[in-house]
């Protein structure tokens, strides 16, 4: 799909891959972009940056975790500008821990990082496939195809996300509805200190440097980087998105012989936990 002359929205748009992929959507000529945060205040200045450099930008304050508050992120948008041919379903937060973490953690993380994308869906389909064509791309996480150590939460949620952009795409795809999956590994954002803030200031962050030692591995991105990637792809519809391409190795050696690819993740959290 081309970027020119669409209408976009993207929730977590005020900081990280959100804010770069709204910049972004602006500069490769979005005919309005709405970003989309529940850091109302930082969703403004990135719609203000947007209107700086000569684009069309909404902020709007949402928490993805309201079905009532994305439809009517949706309604301001078309108000706005029309329809959203493009929808960047990217908001998410991490939870550190097992089984262990607190039931208010694992439902919070369920709602944000999987349960909005299921409000979205249900948001815009109807529209899209009325109007026969939209688009979604949904931000899991390389964690979503492989693993996260020390983050079962962010793991299981991940995988989520991905099954369901897979399930979109399969019964939506010949209806006009084209779905991607955004899965990086690490890159620089404020994921850390947005997800305290969401999880009420006390999640446990022990463990997470093992996490985020995993996850940069193959070198930490920009979001940027990330937005960049994400972008490129939405001219060629692909729809899985691997700004780190080593993703693909490992999840093809973990389809290939998931014995071995278990016992070489439990040998790298034991070399990761030796370092730390
Ligand atoms: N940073 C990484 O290394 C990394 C790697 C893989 C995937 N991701 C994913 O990328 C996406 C973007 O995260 P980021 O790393 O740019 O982090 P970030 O914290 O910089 O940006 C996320 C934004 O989402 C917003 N947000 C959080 N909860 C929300 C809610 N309930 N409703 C609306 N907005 C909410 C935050 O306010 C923040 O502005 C997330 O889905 C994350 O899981 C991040």
């Known amino acids: 799909m081309e970027i020119a002359g669409r209408v976009a929205i993207v929730t977590g748009g005020a900081s990280g891959a959100g804010r770069a992929i709204a910049l972004g959507l602006a500069s490769r000529g979005a005919a309005g972009v709405v970003v989309s945060d529940v850091d109302a205040d930082g969703a403004e200045q990135v719609a203000a940056e947007i209107e700086k450099a000569g684009a069309r930008g909404l902020a709007v304050g949402t928490d993805v975790s309201r079905q009532e508050d994305i439809n009517d992120l949706v309604m301001q ?89 897979e399930w979109l795409s399969i019964t939506y795809g010949d209806r006009g509805i084209r779905v991607s999956c955004l899965c990086p590994q690490a890159f620089t ?69 998931r014995e071995r690819w278990l016992r070489g993740m439990r040998r790298m959290q034991a070399r990761l936990a030796d370092q730390a």
């Open 77 to 165: 948008c078309e108000a706005a500008f029309g329809p959203a041919s493009l929808f960047f379903s990217n908001a998410g937060i991490i939870v550190v821990g097992g089984p262990e973490a607190a039931d208010e953690a694992w439902s919070k993380i369920w709602a944000v990082n999987v349960q909005s994308h299921i409000y979205v869906s249900r948001a815009v389909l109807p529209g899209m496939l009325a109007r026969g064509e939209g688009y979604l791309v949904i931000t899991a996480s390389a964690a979503g195809l492989l693993t996260q150590l020390g983050s079962a939460p962010y793991a299981v949620t991940k995988h989520a996300a991905v099954a369901l952009a």
């Open 189 to 257: 954002s404020n994921l850390l200190s947005t997800s305290v803030r969401e999880l009420g200031g006390a999640p446990p962050l022990a463990g997470a440097s093992g996490g985020s030692a995993q996850a940069a591995v193959d070198g930490v991105l920009t979001a940027e980087q990330v937005a960049k990637s994400a972008l490129d792809a939405i001219g060629t519809e692909q729809f899985l998105i691997l700004p780190h391409p080593e993703v693909a190795t490992y999840e093809r050696r973990r389809a290939d012989d």
